[in-house]
Structures are given as structure tokens and as C-alpha cells.
């Protein structure tokens, strides 16, 4: 289901809640949620939808990959950048790094590994900040 953005500065700093197998719908709801606003989204939190759980969703490209309590185990290479994000008016200075490594479960569950680079290595880290009540 297509959820409204969360634009409550207070929410957003709050820190996600475990995911569990209950919360397999937020990762479908954020499925419909990045679809229907694609034109200026590139990855969602669950707090974005109004969830206060650890729960995102980043486009690889071809393919959207939900993420249940993504880790972020691994990070080299810092530079500095400029984002913007669906839940805030604007861009801001950030700093991001270009090789991570991040472990996570899968919509059936299942233990992932997946090594990241570039943009998708920028869009997994803006919103693994989303998780801990970052905002840029």
C-alpha cells in the first residue's frame, strides 16, 4: 500500500525498533511507496512511512532490495557529497563512503551479505542514518 511521506522532524530523529517477521508488510508497503514516488526517490526508511522499525529499501538498479535490520559491518573511502531527501525540504553536505559492506534479512527471511559501491553504497547509507534518527 502506498503510504504518505513522514515529514515530522521529531519522528524522524527517533531510532528504528528491531524488525521482525510481523513487519514483512512495511517492506511491501515500502516497495509501493518508492514506486509510486520514483521520480524523486532513490531508497526509503520505514520511519519515512510513518515506521518506527529497521526496515529500508534501496534500488540497485534494476531491482529495489528491501532489507530487514540492515548492519552496516564494513566502510572505506569517505568523500563528502550533497543529498537530499523526500522527507526533508532541500539539500545538505554529507559525508559518505564509497565501499560498504552491509548484512541484513531478506523479504523470506534470510541472512544477506552484499558489498556496495558508489551511488548504491550512498543511498544504503542515507538510509541505514534513517534507522538511527540521522537526518542530513
Known sequence: MVKPIMKDIFFLRQKSEPATKEDLQVGRDLMDTLTANRAGCVGMAANMIGVKKR?????????????????????????????????LSGVRKTTRY???????????????????????????????????????
Request: hydrophobic share 40%; glycine share 6%; aromatic share 6%.
Open 98 to 136: 564509497q565501499n560498504i559492506e552491509v548484512e541484513y534479512l531478506d523479504m523470506n527471511w534470510k541472512k544477506q551479505h552484499v558489498k556496495l559501491t558508489g551511488w548504491t553504497a550512498q543511498i544504503c547509507q542515507h538510509e541505514l542514518d534513517h534507522l538511527e534518527g540521522i537526518l542530513i
Open 55 to 87: 526496515v529500508i529499501i534501496v534500488n540497485m538498479g534494476l531491482v529495489d532490495v528491501v532489507m530487514f535490520n540492515p548492519v552496516l559491518v564494513k566502510k572505506d573511502s569517505p568523500y563528502e557529497t550533497e543529498e537530499g531527501c523526500l522527507s
